[in-house]
């Protein structure tokens, strides 16, 4: 069983660094959501995709912020320009398509030193 | 903007209590999904809810939704060492989004 996968499960990085996560979906499934979870907190919605299209984007996203799903099937997180407040951890998750169960990556931890 | 609430934020019972978490949305949801997560892990899906007033059981944990589609329920009975973990609720709405409550920590002393 090929579950979400994500790369890298953890990352230390300087301030003001970039960093890039990838992730890739369960296999054929078209919709592809990415949230952000600091401790003690539920998972925050940041952008999801249905195939290649990013269909929307949290206010949370700033402009450091990009994700891309190039041909639907994996996708990217890139946080430019680093600050210790994006320190969290980066959940990938994806669906066959909308009202069916999301399954969750592992996650990618993020710490900003 | 659309907002789903969790009571209580945490909970400790002693092992063979019973457990229940609600889970209230701003907004009514296509469905529900329950999650559970482990320290240290991630969101592990339990369950999901479609139809209003639906109640499902898996063993000793029992799930509704509400007739409004804006509220639900995990109850867990007889409480277990192993139920430890934060349980999330998460509505999706009309466009797609899942949109999480800010769960709720079990503890069980043994």
């Known amino acids: 069983d090929t579950g979400v996968s994500q790369d890298p499960r953890h990352k230390i990085t300087k301030r003001g660094q970039n960093v890039t996560f990838r992730c890739d979906p369960i296999s054929e499934h078209n919709r592809l959501y990415w949230y952000r979870q600091t401790l003690g907190q539920g998972p925050e919605f940041l952008t999801y995709?249905?195939?290649?299209?990013?269909?929307?984007k949290s206010r949370l996203l700033s402009d450091r912020f990009s994700a891309e799903r190039p041909k639907g099937s994996f996708s990217t997180l890139e946080i430019q320009r680093t600050e210790q407040g994006d320190s969290a951890m980066y959940l990938c998750a994806s669906s066959s398509f909308s009202g069916n169960t999301i399954y969750f990556g592992e996650g990618s931890w993020l710490t900003v030193v | 903007g659309q907002q789903v609430m969790q009571i209580p934020q945490y909970q400790h019972v002693q092992e063979g209590e019973d457990f229940t978490t609600y889970c209230n949305s701003s907004?009514?949801?296509?469905?529900i999904q329950w999650y559970k997560q482990r320290p240290g892990g991630h969101p592990v899906f339990l369950i999901q809810?479609?139809?209003?007033?639906e109640v499902k059981k898996q063993k000793r944990l029992t799930f509704q939704f509400g007739e409004a589609k804006k509220n639900s329920s995990l109850h867990i009975t007889a409480t277990q060492t192993t139920d430890v973990g934060t349980y999330f609720c998460a509505g999706l709405n009309q466009g797609g989004k899942l949109i999480f409550g800010q769960g709720t920590e079990l503890s069980v002393k043994p």
């Open positions: 809810l479609v139809k209003s007033g």
């Open positions: 907004t009514t949801l296509s469905n």
């Open positions: 995709f249905q195939n290649e299209a990013q269909l929307e």
